[in-house]
């Protein structure tokens, strides 16, 4: 099965507001990554997080890890349409040899 | 375009038969990993080589899955007596050690 799951499955919002995606993992990490999809495309990255880390901005991106509860969260700020596509955490492990996609989260952005 | 290319890009194959996927990755990562991808889901880890050692391999990757990287370079991935179910996308993607997964456009399997 897979590491991560991603909460919740689906979200729709408003252009401008903000939307946030949980990842919850099952085991120690080395770190932790935020991927994009846009439907039927590649994955691209998003934004890594390691695991003595707790928050992390990039541009409208911001993630925070609570590696006491293994979850994390993504908040993307001030919605656009062209945000939508399905966002996927991924856990690299201690060794660095476990590489786990959760379910992932599928935001449509409503102009 | 991430600088991974993957080749092909849509492979329709008849079941039984074996198919072959290509990935290039980006030339300085040592890193390269294979996934499959299915409709609705997360990828999911086949495979992945550090330079060209194949440190792990996940339990889904059955004995009719086999994967080499020659030199340390570029990818392959053979598919035999491939059955309806290896139906997917699959991925490569590749790193810098622990970092950032570059990935590819992917190929579409279609097996009927």
């Known amino acids: 099965s897979q590491q991560g799951e991603e909460d919740p499955q689906a979200l729709s919002i408003q252009e401008g507001e903000n939307a946030t995606m949980n990842c919850s993992y099952k085991t120690s990490i080395n770190n932790l990554q935020w991927y994009r999809q846009n439907s039927g495309r590649g994955l691209v990255h998003l934004i890594l997080?390691?695991?003595?880390?707790r928050e992390k901005h990039s541009g409208r991106l911001r993630v925070t890890l609570d590696t006491s509860k293994k979850s994390s969260s993504l908040l993307i700020t001030a919605s656009r349409a062209a945000d939508t596509a399905s966002y996927f955490c991924a856990t690299v492990g201690n060794t660095g040899n476990q590489f786990y996609f959760g379910t992932g989260t599928s935001l449509t952005v409503i102009p | 375009d991430t600088g991974v290319s993957q080749d092909p890009r849509h492979k329709i194959t008849k079941r039984g038969q074996n198919v072959t996927f290509r990935c290039d990755p980006i030339s300085e990562h040592n890193r390269l990993y294979w996934y499959r991808q299915t409709l609705g889901q997360g990828p999911e880890f086949l495979t992945y080589f550090q330079n060209e050692a194949q440190l792990e391999k996940s339990r889904l990757l059955s004995d009719r899955f086999s994967a080499e990287r020659p030199k340390g370079s570029f990818s392959t991935l053979e598919i035999q007596r491939t059955e309806q179910g290896d139906s997917a996308m699959y991925l490569c993607a590749s790193s810098l050690e622990q970092g950032q997964q570059y990935f590819g456009p992917g190929t579409r399997l279609t097996v009927t």
């Open positions: 997080i390691r695991s003595n880390e």
